[in-house]
C-alpha cells in the first residue's frame, strides 16, 4: 500500500511502442487478489467472470501482449488481468465521459483524485450538486464519477436511480457506507501503479467503433496473436435503466458482424443470457458460446431478475471446464431462460 509514497505517479499515458517492454513489479500486488478491486461499483459487474475469462486466454498459445476493453465500465476484468500478470499491457476505453475521466485520472492523475475525494461532504445535498453538475475539465467529471457511482443505488450514473438510503437517509444503509476512503484510497493507488509499472497503457474515450480503429493504427506492430478484446456490451433488456449510452438492438448486430468480418485480433464477447444474442452468435464458424451459471442481479428497476451469462469468443482452444458448458446452433440450445 501506499504507493504514491514508494512510486512516483505517472503523469501523462505511454506510448505505443511500450507495449514491447516488459511491466514493473507492482507495490502492492496483493490488492489484485482480493474479491473486490475496483474503485467504482457498476451495474452488471463481471469479476465472477473473470476466472472463466482468464482461463481461456492461458489455454491459448501465445498469450497476448496488449488487453483492450472498450465497454470497460468498472474494469475488473482488466485490472485483475493485469494484476495477476495472465496479460502484460492494457487500454481502457468507454464513450460515456465520465468512466473515461475517472480512468484517466485514477491512472495519470491519482494524488489530485484521492485528496479532492477525501475533501467531499458524503450528504444527499452534495448528491444533488453533483447530480445536477456540468462539469467540463476532465478532473471534476472524474470527481462526479466517483461521487455518484459510490452514493447512488446500484452505482448507476445515470436515469432514474436515487442516493442510497433514500432522500429521507431513514434507511439502515446512508448515503456514505458505500464511500469507504481507506479503501477507496487503496483501489486507486492500485490503478496509478498498473499505470506506473507499464501495465496500463492508455485510457479513451471512445465507442466501441473507434477503440477497434485505434487498435488497430497505434498498435499495429503487434501480431494478431499478440491482442486481445474483452468487450462487456450494455445489457439487451435493461440497458436504459442502467446506462446513458446503452445500445439498440441493430447496435449488438452491428457489433456482430464487426467481429466477424474485421476482427484481427482475439477476442472475448460477454452478454446477459438473451434469445437475441444466442441467434447472433450461435453457429457461426470459429466462434465458440459458452453458458455459464453466472447468477447476477440485474438492478436498476423495479423488480430485479437474475440471469445467467453468455460468453462468446473466437481463441480457437477451449478447455473443458466445469465453469461453463458450450452451446450448440440456435436450433440445438437450451431456449428456457
Not at 487478489?33 to 465472477?48: E, F, H, T
Request: glycine share 8%.
Amino acid at each position: 500500500m501506499g504507493n504514491a509514497k514508494k512510486r512516483p505517479a505517472r503523469r501523462k499515458p505511454w506510448s505505443s511502442e511500450a507495449v514491447l517492454d516488459k511491466p514493473g513489479a507492482l507495490v502492492d500486488d496483493g490488492l489484485f487478489r482480493n474479491s473486490v478491486i475496483s474503485p467504482l461499483r457498476y451495474p452488471g459487474a463481471k469479476r465472477q467472470l473473470v476466472p472463466v475469462i482468464e482461463l481461456l486466454i492461458n489455454a491459448n498459445i501465445p498469450p497476448p501482449r496488449l488487453l483492450l476493453e472498450p465497454f470497460c465500465g468498472g474494469a475488473t476484468t482488466t485490472l485483475r488481468l493485469l494484476g495477476s500478470g495472465v496479460v502484460e499491457h492494457g487500454i481502457l476505453a468507454d464513450v460515456d465521459p465520465l468512466i473515461a475521466a475517472f480512468w484517466r485520472t485514477a491512472a495519470f492523475d491519482s494524488r489530485w483524485l484521492i485528496d479532492a475525494m477525501h475533501e467531499e461532504s458524503i450528504t444527499v445535498a452534495r448528491w444533488d450538486w453533483w447530480r445536477a453538475a456540468n462539469p467540463r475539465g476532465r478532473r471534476e467529471r472524474a470527481l462526479k464519477c466517483l461521487f455518484l457511482n459510490r452514493t447512488t443505488f446500484s452505482g448507476i450514473l445515470h436515469g432514474r436511480a436515487g442516493p442510497i438510503g433514500g432522500r429521507t437517509q431513514k434507511s439502515e444503509y446512508k448515503i456514505d457506507c458505500r464511500f469507504g476512503l481507506k479503501g477507496l484510497t487503496r483501489r486507486i493507488e492500485g490503478v496509478a501503479d498498473l499505470a506506473s509499472t507499464g501495465r496500463l497503457l492508455d485510457v479513451w474515450q471512445a465507442d466501441w467503433r473507434k477503440a477497434l480503429q485505434d487498435l488497430r493504427s497505434k498498435f499495429g506492430i503487434l501480431e494478431p496473436g499478440e491482442v486481445v478484446v474483452y468487450l462487456d456490451p450494455p445489457y439487451v433488456e435493461k440497458a436504459p435503466w442502467l446506462y446513458e449510452w446503452s445500445f439498440e438492438s441493430t447496435e449488438h448486430a452491428e457489433l456482430a458482424a464487426a467481429l466477424t468480418s474485421e476482427a484481427w485480433y482475439g477476442w472475448l464477447l460477454s452478454y446477459d443470457d438473451n434469445s437475441t444474442i444466442r441467434h447472433l452468435y450461435s453457429g457461426r464458424p470459429g466462434e465458440a458460446v459458452l453458458h455459464i451459471p453466472h447468477r447476477y442481479t440485474a438492478a436498476g428497476s423495479v423488480t430485479r431478475k437474475v440471469r445467467d451469462e453468455l460468453l462468446v469468443t473466437n481463441l480457437p482452444t477451449i478447455p473443458p471446464s466445469d465453469r461453463y458448458r458450450l452451446l450448440g446452433p440456435p436450433e440445438e440450445s437450451d431456449q428456457s431462460y
